[in-house]
């Protein structure tokens, strides 16, 4: 156990529902970081935030993508109108800033879009 | 062409045998980590390294910054090594992960 919790942890959802995902960091890291990870590849970057302030997008996340970390803690991560191509496991991390910091991964959440 | 391309892919051991696990890279970099995932999805940082060489227990880790490398070693490999090493590289504020090498130590 890392200290960042993810909930849920497997999300089965129909085609063009909307779905909300939920990171908790280690509570005194004030970075926050969405990851994508589709079946036999590595992680990719999605968005981070410092603090609440969500500092970069990666161009993976279209306009169905939506992520708030409201008061610097918590974040979520909402997806609308579902598509097959979004299933993927959707792992999140937090850190402390700082070059040299190591990110802590969550154990994330599988979503499965039938 | 990927910006963190791991080799091999996929490595299947024998109990007991010294692996090597390799990465390059061609974007500039603040550190490099190696990372392990285990099935189900829990990734855990074994080393992040910006020169030189790391040890920990049977795990070495070693990087090349002219030659943009980096090679993770196991010794006396075991079974429950058995997970994938996903090598990742600090760019600006984010990490660029590699595909992942998927080891199987058999006993």
């Known amino acids: 156990d890392t200290g960042v919790s993810q909930d849920p942890r497997h999300k089965i959802t129909k085609r063009g529902q909307n779905v909300t995902f939920r990171c908790d960091p280690i509570?005194?890291?004030?970075?926050l970081y969405w990851y994508r990870q589709t079946l036999g590849q590595g992680p990719e970057f999605l968005t981070y935030f410092q603090n609440e302030a969500q500092l970069e997008k990666s161009r993976l996340l279209s306009d169905r993508f939506s992520a708030e970390r409201p008061k610097g803690s918590f974040s979520t991560l909402e997806i609308q109108r579902t598509e097959q191509g979004d299933s993927a496991m959707y792992l999140c991390?937090?850190?402390?800033?700082?070059?040299?910091?190591?990110?802590?991964f969550g154990p994330g959440t599988r979503l499965t879009v039938l | 062409k990927n910006e963190v391309e791991q080799s091999p892919q996929n490595l299947t051991a024998q109990e007991g045998e010294f692996i090597t696990i390799n990465c390059s890279y061609s974007v500039g970099i603040s550190a490099l980590h190696w990372l392990q995932q285990h099935p189900g999805g829990g990734i855990v940082s074994l080393f992040m390294?910006?020169?030189g060489k790391k040890k920990h227990g049977r795990l070495i880790a070693t990087i090349n910054i002219q030659e943009k490398h980096s090679s993770l070693h196991i010794t006396a490999s075991h079974p429950r090594d058995s997970a994938v090493y996903i090598c990742?590289?600090?760019?600006?504020?984010?990490?660029?992960f590699g595909a992942g090498t998927i080891l199987r130590v058999k006993s």
């Open positions: 390294l910006s020169s």
């Open positions: 990742a590289v600090g760019y600006g504020n984010k990490l660029v």
């Open positions: 509570s005194e890291h004030n970075r």
């Open positions: 991390a937090s850190s402390l800033s700082g070059r040299w910091s190591e990110q802590f």
